[in-house]
């Protein structure tokens, strides 16, 4: 996992290796309801637009998630790009964040396949933002790709996806 910032806009690359097909892969993550799956519990994400199998193209999708256990509020992304099998891209239209742009790309490899997460944010409260970063949001984004690893982790090791 890396980080960076430039020009106030902070980004955040993931990868993770699955021994799973490109299809198998690409049908679990453009499914909007695996999202609440592979997100920690804590965090109390559930998905309340209606339920639909696979993104498309300018479908709007609505969470509700509980940060800290404390402070319950509503999301709202969009998808702006699908690249069928490769990738999609959702953002952020109204939501925690400032600015949120995350790219899922899939690439099929040598016994499976490799997921990267290339995620763009901008954080509210400018004077503070880079508090919020350093104290808060980084941990956080860790502890959520930490958690999303090891639950993909398991759910292959059971033939969830087979």
Do not use: C
Not at 73 to 88: A, C, D, H, K, R
Not at 109 to 124: M, W
Not at 132 to 161: A, C, M, P
């Amino acid at each position: 996992m890396e980080f960076s910032k430039q020009s106030g806009i902070y980004r955040l690359y993931n990868e993770q290796f699955l021994p799973i097909s490109i299809d198998y892969a690409w049908r679990f993550f453009s499914n909007p309801a695996n999202l609440q799956t592979i997100t920690p519990p804590e965090l109390d994400f559930k998905i309340t637009s209606p339920e639909e199998e696979d993104v498309y193209l300018g479908q709007i999708i609505t969470y509700s998630i509980t940060l800290k256990k404390i402070f319950k509020m509503n999301w709202v992304t969009e998808i702006t790009s699908v690249n069928n099998g490769l990738s999609f891209v959702d953002e952020q239209r109204f939501g925690p964040y400032k600015m949120w742009h995350h790219m899922h790309k899939f690439k099929e490899v040598e016994g499976g396949v490799l997921i990267s997460d290339i995620i763009h944010f901008k954080l509210p409260f400018s004077l503070i933002a880079p508090l919020l970063y350093r104290f808060f949001i980084k941990k956080d984004l860790i502890n959520i790709f930490r958690h999303r690893t090891i639950k993909l982790e398991v759910l292959t090791s059971e033939d969830h996806f087979q």
